[in-house]
C-alpha cells in the first residue's frame, strides 16, 4: 500500500521569506499523481498544487513550486515570499493513476511570523 | 460557483448514540468521498462514489457506519452506535466532472466536528 510521510510536524517560518515542506512516498507505480492541500484554521482543505508523475516539469502556482524527484521518491513543497494567510496545515497526498483514493499524509504545521 | 456544502458543522453526542452527516457536492460532480480525520492526522478515505453506486469501501467499518448517495446527488454518512475513537472530523470531497477521469482534483467541505463523550 502506498504511504506518504511527512517529517516536519511543526515548521515557522518570517514573513516574506522562503520555506520548503518535505515530503516522501512509497510506491510500485510508474504513473501516479501526487498534490499538496492547505487546510487553514478554520479546516477547509484547498488544493495548493498538483503534480502528474508522467510529467518530469515542476508544478509551479504564483509563489508555490514544487520540487519533484520521481527516483527519490520525493515531492517538496517551496512557498516564496511567505505571507501571514500561508498558515495553515499542509497536506502532502499520492494518488494512484488507476483508482481516485487519495492518501495523505500526517501534515505539517505551518506558522508565518510577522 | 457553490463549493461542497456539509452539515451539521458540529455534533456532540453520547457513546452508543446514533449520528448522520449529510453532504452536498458541488454541481455535476459524478464522485464522491467521505473522509474521516482525526485530531493530528491526516483524512483518511472511508468510502467513495461514483454516481450512486460505491467504488470502494474497505476502510468503512460496516459494523457501525453505513453510507448512501441517493440519485447520485447528496449523500448521507451515519454512524450507529458511536463510539468514544469515533470522535473526528468527517470531510467530504467531489471531483470528477467529466465522470471519473484520472488524478481528478478532490474538492472539500467544511467538515463535521464529532465529539463523543
Redesign the interface.
Known amino acids: 500500500a502506498q504511504t ?1 510521510t511527512q517529517s516536519q510536524p511543526e515548521m515557522s517560518v518570517q514573513e516574506a521569506e522562503t520555506v520548503t515542506l518535505s515530503c516522501t512516498y512509497d510506491t510500485s507505480e510508474s504513473n501516479y ?1 501526487l ?1 499538496w ?1 492547505k487546510q487553514p484554521p ?6 495548493v498544487i ?1 503534480q ?1 508523475a508522467y510529467k518530469q516539469q515542476n508544478a509551479t502556482e504564483n509563489r508555490f513550486s514544487v520540487n519533484f524527484q520521481k527516483a527519490a521518491k520525493s515531492f517538496s513543497l517551496k512557498i516564496s515570499d511567505s505571507q501571514l494567510g500561508d498558515t495553515a496545515m499542509y ?1 502532502c ?1 499520492f ?1 494512484g ?11 505539517t504545521r505551518l506558522t508565518v511570523k510577522p | 460557483e457553490a ?1 461542497v456544502a456539509q452539515s451539521p458543522r458540529y455534533k456532540i453526542i453520547e457513546k452508543r448514540q446514533s449520528v448522520a452527516f449529510w453532504c452536498n457536492p458541488i454541481s455535476g460532480h459524478a ?1 464522491l ?1 467521505w473522509y474521516q480525520q482525526i485530531l ?6 472511508l468510502i ?1 462514489f461514483q454516481n450512486n453506486g460505491v ?2 469501501d474497505s476502510q468503512l467499518p460496516k459494523d457501525r457506519f453505513s453510507a448512501e448517495r441517493l440519485k447520485g446527488v447528496d449523500s448521507t454518512l451515519k454512524i450507529q452506535p458511536a463510539k468514544l475513537e469515533d470522535s473526528a ?1 468527517y ?1 467530504c ?1 467531489s ?2 466532472p467529466s465522470g ?1 477521469a ?10 463535521t ?1 464529532l465529539t463523543v463523550l
Open positions: 506518504v499523481y498534490f492541500y478554520s479546516r477547509q482543505m484547498i488544493l498538483r502528474e497536506f497526498a494518488m493513476y488507476n483508482n481516485n483514493d487519495m492518501r495523505f499524509g500526517a501534515g | 463549493g464522485t468521498y493530528g492526522q491526516g483524512p483518511k478515505l467513495q467504488v470502494d472530523v470531510l470531497a471531483s470528477s471519473g484520472r488524478g481528478d482534483t478532490q474538492y472539500f467541505g467544511p467538515g466536528r
